[in-house]
């Protein structure tokens, strides 16, 4: 059985991300979703717990896919799931500098384990999650880039979605 993880903050989860879960779930085994519980690089605008939630929804028609929470090193989450690959999708050029910068350093750490990269739908290829935020906190509608759940969640943040009625999160 191959074992594959997908790590990410998934602040918030993007069709882009379930694009890319559903077709590895179509490749491996099993997939396991690693929500990176205080990433070191970002604060996330969603405590994870809510991300977590956002994921099972989002994924629970989706066989052979787990959703966990991590705070080691990737490939110390990887070994505690005896996973051999680390799924990551990618969308644009620039996410492959990053990604190929990861990629030698987890090497460096694990060299057992192998990077996939899966290249996301040409629909979902231009969906961020800091866009989806952007657009959400200036009014616009997300409906089409998140799911459901995710998509309430913004409108509930910052309003209903009508174009030019910017609303703070704050507020």
Known sequence: MITAIYPGTYD?????????ITRAADIFDRVVVGVVGSPAHKQPMFPVEERVEFLKAALSGVEKVEVDVFKELVVD??????????????????????????????????????TVYVMASPEVSFVSSSGVKEIAAYGGDVGELVPELVALRLR???????PGAPVSPSE
């Open 12 to 20: 918030p989860v993007t069709n882009g991300h379930v694009d890319v």
């Open 156 to 162: 509930e943040l910052y309003g209903n979605g009508r």
């Open 77 to 114: 989450f990887a070994r505690r799931w005896d996973a051999k690959v680390i799924v990551k999708g990618l969308r644009v050029i620039s996410d492959f500098e990053w990604e190929f910068q990861m990629n030698q350093l987890n090497r460096t750490l694990a060299p057992d384990i192998e």
